[in-house]
């Protein structure tokens, strides 16, 4: 089974409908992401949290809000979708860099991906 | 600021040539890592690599191949006798250490296609 599971792997909706895309690992990580790809923009990040009662924003978190429900799970929403919103997002988690530089996380492993059509 | 980039957009090979893939990154920091992702046509990311700022020394893995040169500000990827199946977009990615977020910046990303 995979250590990180994103559902649904594909959705389509409509503009003005509200939308959750969530994320669950198993890899005992407690830092979850949330990214989001376009095409030629690379990845860039919408939301981070470092665990439960820590959630930060990212460069583009207008638009967007999530959820920490438990370690092991982060959920990403579309209050009201538009169709600028239209990407491949992707979760990632990491560890908390014990075994790394002080001040650096490990390295972020991502789920498989959540390909969100909005119309 | 922290930026990443990978000013080749798309790179055409045919199979059992080398090709380099580039990767610039600008930051403050003295402390950081440095990233390689590869993402097949099946649209997962595939972590290659990490390497930290302390570290120059090349790294290679079978085939491939990485030359970090903080003189430059370079972390350049190499394939050697690349195969279809290298057929990709590859990112390359910075984290800094300054607020301790764990963010990655990442570059546009690079296509390569590998021809038969």
């Known amino acids: 089974d995979a250590d990180v599971t994103q559902t649904p792997r594909n959705r389509i909706t409509k503009t003005g409908k509200r939308i959750m895309l969530e994320c669950s690992q198993t890899k005992g990580h407690d830092r979850m992401y949330w990214y989001r790809q376009d095409p030629g923009l690379g990845l860039r990040l919408i939301y981070y949290?470092?665990?439960?009662?820590?959630?930060n924003k990212g460069e583009i978190s207008d638009g967007y809000s999530v959820s920490r429900q438990a370690q092991a799970k982060f959920s990403l929403s579309l209050e009201s979708a538009i169709p600028n919103q239209t990407a491949l997002y992707f979760c990632?988690?990491?560890?908390?860099?014990?075994?790394?530089?002080?001040?650096?996380?490990?390295?972020?492993?991502f789920g498989p991906g959540t390909r969100l059509t909005v119309l | 600021a922290q930026k990443v980039t990978q000013a080749q957009t798309e790179i055409s090979v045919v199979e059992k040539e080398d090709v380099t893939l580039d990767c610039v990154y600008e930051?403050?920091?003295?402390?950081?890592?440095l990233f390689w992702y590869k993402q097949p046509p099946s649209g997962e990311l595939v972590f290659l690599i990490r390497?930290?700022?302390?570290?120059?020394q090349n790294e290679i893995s079978g085939r491939y191949s990485w030359n970090f040169q903080k003189s430059t500000s370079s972390f350049n990827f190499t394939i050697t006798a690349s195969q279809v199946v290298d057929s990709a977009v590859y990112f390359c990615a910075l984290s800094e250490a300054r607020g301790n977020t764990g963010k990655l910046i990442f570059g546009q990303g690079t296509t390569l296609q590998v021809k038969p």
């Open positions: 390497r930290n700022s302390f570290d120059e």
């Open positions: 990632a988690t990491s560890d908390s860099g014990t075994g790394g530089l002080a001040g650096i996380t490990d390295t972020q492993y």
């Open positions: 930051t403050r920091d003295t402390t950081y890592y």
């Open positions: 949290s470092f665990d439960v009662k820590d959630i």
